[in-house]
């Protein structure tokens, strides 16, 4: 176990500069000019001259060449200095932080939400013995894979905040304010588990073990609780690993539906204004949030289905070579 989890820590850490090197390429290919750009934040349109800006270049360091800028980019990076933001001069650490808690509770609600709605229609769909009403339940994972977030945000914004008025639909304030925009990303996780699942759990209800429990007479339920329901949630745990990260990424679209104070809406105002170190530090966060979820989805394969041992390294097989 020490050696697999050493081993992805380190692949974790490759991931993580590789993130950080293919980020800070794009945002220097992108078109546009963090310099320019604050120069005409500041002088509000009324102008500036060619010495303001190739000062203002100066400041930021976007004077020097693409490699150094690299470098001291990386070098500051590894001991937690990320700059300061080109948009209000503040540290961009300090800036990105003060959002993530809301993006957090966003984010921790959706994947509830996204688990027990997409368990539970797997479930429901594996349970009733209609053929009909098994396909019908089983066409909503594939409805809510195919809708795009902003288009079911704008949906559930018109309806539940603008004619019935039963839930705020713009802002940070309370919990109310979190419903509308957890399940517009609890919807696309919904439907994921949920085909993940309904696959798993056909092709575990067709095992010759199942077929025993049936004989020596248990329920329906119990086959799919008791038995059937451990041995098929393997695959969502790895979808589970994949999922998480999106919802981090997802927040970019839905904070900017819902107008909410997290680090989504932040990353689409840095990125309009080529605010790089606010960027770095969103990608960044994004890829560790990324790895660290599936490493441990990896270690609690074991405690689900014992016959996984991740931390055995098998004896190659020695013999005469033909």
């Given at each position: 176990?020490?050696?697999?989890?050493?081993?992805r820590?380190?692949?974790?850490l490759?991931?993580?500069?590789?993130?950080?090197?293919a980020?800070?390429?794009?945002?220097?290919?992108?078109?546009?000019?963090?310099?320019?750009s604050?120069?005409?934040l500041?002088?509000?349109?009324s102008?500036?001259?060619?010495?303001?800006?190739?000062k203002m270049?100066?400041?930021?360091?976007?004077?020097?060449?693409?490699?150094?800028?690299y470098?001291?980019?990386?070098?500051?990076?590894?001991?937690?200095?990320?700059?300061?933001?080109?948009q209000?001069?503040?540290?961009?650490?300090?800036?990105?932080?003060a959002?993530?808690?809301?993006?957090?509770?966003?984010?921790?609600?959706?994947?509830?939400?996204g688990?027990?709605?997409?368990m539970?229609?797997?479930?429901?769909?594996?349970?009733?013995?209609?053929?009909?009403?098994?396909n019908?339940?089983?066409?909503?994972?594939?409805?809510?894979v195919?809708?795009?977030?902003?288009?079911?945000?704008?949906?559930?914004?018109?309806?539940?905040?603008?004619r019935l008025?039963l839930?705020?639909?713009?802002?940070?304030?309370?919990?109310?304010?979190?419903?509308l925009?957890?399940?517009?990303?609890?919807?696309?996780?919904?439907?994921?588990?949920?085909?993940?699942?309904?696959?798993?759990l056909?092709?575990v209800?067709?095992?010759p073990?199942i077929?025993?429990?049936?004989?020596?007479g248990?329920?329906?339920?119990?086959?799919?609780?008791?038995h059937?329901?451990?041995?098929?949630?393997?695959?969502?745990?790895?979808?589970?690993?994949m999922?998480?990260?999106?919802?981090?990424?997802?927040?970019?679209?839905?904070?900017?539906?819902?107008?909410?104070?997290?680090i989504?809406?932040?990353?689409?105002?840095?990125?309009l204004?080529?605010?790089?170190?606010?960027?770095?530090?969103?990608?960044?966060?994004a890829a560790?949030v990324?790895?660290?979820?599936?490493?441990?989805?990896?270690?609690?394969?074991?405690f689900?289905?014992?016959?996984i041992?991740?931390?055995?390294?098998?004896?190659k097989?020695?013999?005469?070579r033909?």
């Amino acid at each position: 176990m020490t050696f697999f989890i050493a081993k992805r820590i380190a692949h974790a850490l490759c991931v993580l500069w590789a993130t950080f090197t293919a980020a800070f390429l794009l945002l220097y290919v992108l078109p546009g000019d963090a310099a320019l750009s604050k120069l005409n934040l500041g002088a509000g349109g009324s102008g500036f001259s060619a010495e303001a800006l190739q000062k203002m270049r100066a400041d930021l360091g976007l004077d020097r060449s693409v490699f150094i800028q690299y470098g001291r980019a990386l070098w500051a990076a590894l001991h937690g200095n990320f700059g300061l933001s080109a948009q209000t001069g503040q540290d961009a650490l300090q800036m990105f932080a003060a959002g993530v808690p809301e993006t957090l509770k966003l984010a921790g609600l959706a994947l509830f939400l996204g688990l027990v709605l997409g368990m539970g229609l797997s479930l429901l769909a594996a349970y009733v013995r209609s053929p009909a009403l098994r396909n019908l339940l089983l066409l909503f994972p594939v409805v809510g894979v195919s809708l795009p977030s902003f288009w079911i945000g704008l949906i559930l914004l018109q309806i539940f905040s603008f004619r019935l008025k039963l839930l705020p639909g713009m802002g940070n304030d309370g919990a109310a304010s979190l419903v509308l925009p957890a399940i517009v990303l609890a919807i696309p996780t919904a439907a994921l588990i949920a085909q993940i699942l309904s696959r798993s759990l056909h092709a575990v209800l067709k095992s010759p073990y199942i077929t025993t429990a049936k004989g020596r007479g248990a329920s329906r339920r119990r086959l799919l609780i008791g038995h059937a329901l451990r041995n098929s949630i393997i695959p969502v745990l790895t979808a589970l690993g994949m999922t998480t990260g999106h919802l981090i990424a997802g927040s970019v679209v839905v904070e900017t539906v819902f107008s909410r104070s997290g680090i989504g809406l932040l990353t689409v105002k840095a990125v309009l204004f080529q605010d790089t170190p606010i960027v770095l530090v969103a990608v960044l966060f994004a890829a560790t949030v990324f790895v660290c979820v599936n490493l441990l989805v990896d270690i609690l394969y074991p405690f689900i289905d014992p016959r996984i041992d991740i931390g055995v390294r098998r004896p190659k097989l020695s013999g005469p070579r033909i």
